[in-house]
Structures are given as C-alpha cells and as structure tokens.
C-alpha cells in the first residue's frame, strides 16, 4: 500500500499526529502535550508519512525568530522526529528530514537546529554540535547582545515561554542528562548575507563559522 508524506497545516490535520506522540514520547506530561499542540502548534509545520490514514512517522518544524550577527531572521527547530516503533529503521526519517531540508531552502531559513537523544543519529545529514542547552531563559537583553545568535524574546515568545513554566511537568522531563544542540545549514547562501561574508561559502564552511560563535539557545519546545 502506498505511503504518503504529507505536510500538516491546520489544527484539524495536526492532532491527527497526537496519538503517535504520546506513544512515542510517555515521559511528557498529558498537561504538556496538551499545551504543545493547542499552543505551540498554531504557527508550526508538522511533516508525516501516512497509509491509509494512519500516521507511521512525523517531524515537527517549529519556528523562532532569532537574533543572528545582530540581523533578525526566522530558523526551525526540528522537534518531535518520531516513528511507530513497528515501522522503524525503514528510511521514514530520512524521509522526512530530506523534505524538511528542501522546504527550508526554498523559504531560505538559513539554519535549523534540534537537540538529540544521540548525537550520531543526525551527523549524516549535516547536523553538527554547537555548544549545549541553556537552562537559563530568563536574561537580560544587554547579557543576549553578547551573543551572536539568540531568540528574540518578542510578545509571542514571552507567551509561549511563560505558558510552558506554568506547567509542574514540560518538555525538558525527556531531555538528555546533558543535552547538546546541533546546527545544520540548510541555506548557505542566506547565511553568508546575514553573517556579512562576502563571498559565497558551502555548508561545511558557514557551519565551522557558526560553531566559532557565542550561542545562546534556551527553547525546548
């Protein structure tokens, strides 16, 4: 039978991909994974593979506005890669990340970034570790301008932010004991013009520039 992979847009499509979640992800609270899909899925992109109406894999795509060499630009987090555990190691998620990859380019996001249970799943395609998670959210903007690359901390973010500690149990209850965060070029061009490079480089070059920067990631969802 046919497998289709689809993009998910509208709310209706994307709780389609509840079930998978908790199947996949039990540590998370039924408040958090409540919160995630009523709020922090209004503005995402869920990517499946689908037969006959069931979902067997997704990939979440979640965006932030980020401060990057002092130019305000959007990136991806990819969150919530995950198969049903009878239809793994059957190329799905390389599936779905090629499709994001594509996607990314053609909006020309310049990067995305997700945090592994294990670093050597992603290395294949392109991801490079950057540094590790920051625990702490709460900074002052003078301490963020130190960075070269943070999230901008606007109204939508504030909310987004302030609803997650809200609840006794969030997303970081399936973190790694030491999470790491990994960055993938996924438009070099667009890179070279925020980072003022003046020549064109190729992934592996505007990546070993980002890995030589300050980066303060904090978002985990």
């Known amino acids: 039978m046919a497998r289709t992979l689809r993009i998910l847009n509208t709310e209706e499509e994307k709780r389609r991909t509840t079930a998978l979640y908790r199947r996949c992800f039990p540590e998370d609270s039924e408040a958090f994974v409540d919160f995630y899909y009523r709020e922090r899925c209004r503005g995402n992109r869920i990517l499946s593979i689908e037969e006959e109406g069931e979902v067997l894999s997704m990939l979440h795509l979640n965006p932030y506005r980020i401060s990057l060499f002092s130019r305000e630009t959007e990136i991806s987090y990819v969150y919530a890669v995950a198969t049903e555990e009878r239809f793994r190691r059957q190329g799905m998620m390389r599936m779905l990340l090629r499709e994001a990859f594509r996607i990314l380019k053609r909006e020309r996001v ?47 973010y504030q909310r987004l932010i302030a609803g997650e500690e809200r609840l006794e149990n969030g997303a970081g209850e399936g973190l790694p004991e030491d999470p790491k965060i990994m960055m993938k070029i996924t438009d070099p061009d667009r890179f070279c013009e925020l980072s003022g490079l003046s020549e064109k480089r190729n992934e592996a070059d505007c990546l070993d520039r980002l890995k030589k920067q300050k980066i303060y990631i904090s978002e985990d969802i």
């Open 110 to 156: 310049p990067l995305s970034y997700l945090i592994p249970v294990e670093e050597a799943i992603y290395t294949p395609f392109g991801y490079e570790t950057v540094g590790r998670l920051q625990r702490e959210r709460h900074i002052s903007e003078e301490r963020l301008r130190e960075y070269s690359l943070y999230c901008i901390r606007d109204s939508a």
